[in-house]
């Protein structure tokens, strides 16, 4: 009914940067918080960022003042802006998002299917 579909990541050295887009499609109605967790290996999954529709960002101490992420630069997307990029960043980086289906007025909660990010000289 809802679905993310990321974009960007792969390889950047130390200290570079990338960019990741998550666009949400699908029977929606609306779009409230919509954010990006990560999983490194062996780690569990992680609250990078998020943001609600209209609201202040959110982030984990370990990206604050490195990352930014934006909404809606399109309809129903969230942008993270990564600088700084440091070893430990390197994960798999998912798109979520709270919605509520069109019609059906069901709460859902969705992820993208998530995008690698590797962080290495």
């Known amino acids: 009914q809802v679905q993310l579909a990321e974009s960007g990541g792969g390889l950047a050295q130390p200290g570079g940067s990338l960019r990741l887009s998550c666009a949400a499609s699908?029977?929606?109605?609306?779009?409230?918080?919509m954010g990006w967790y990560r999983q490194a290996p062996g780690k569990q999954r992680e609250l990078v960022a998020f943001i609600r529709s209209g609201g202040m960002p959110n982030y984990a101490d370990s990206v604050k003042g490195r990352f930014t992420i934006s909404r809606d630069s399109a309809p129903n997307t969230v942008d993270l802006q990564m600088n700084s990029l440091k070893p430990e960043d390197t994960a798999v980086y998912y798109c979520n998002a709270g919605a509520t289906v069109r019609d059906t007025y069901k709460y859902l909660e969705v992820w993208g299917q998530g995008t690698l990010v590797t962080v290495s000289s």
């Open positions: 699908g029977s929606i109605f609306s779009i409230n918080a």
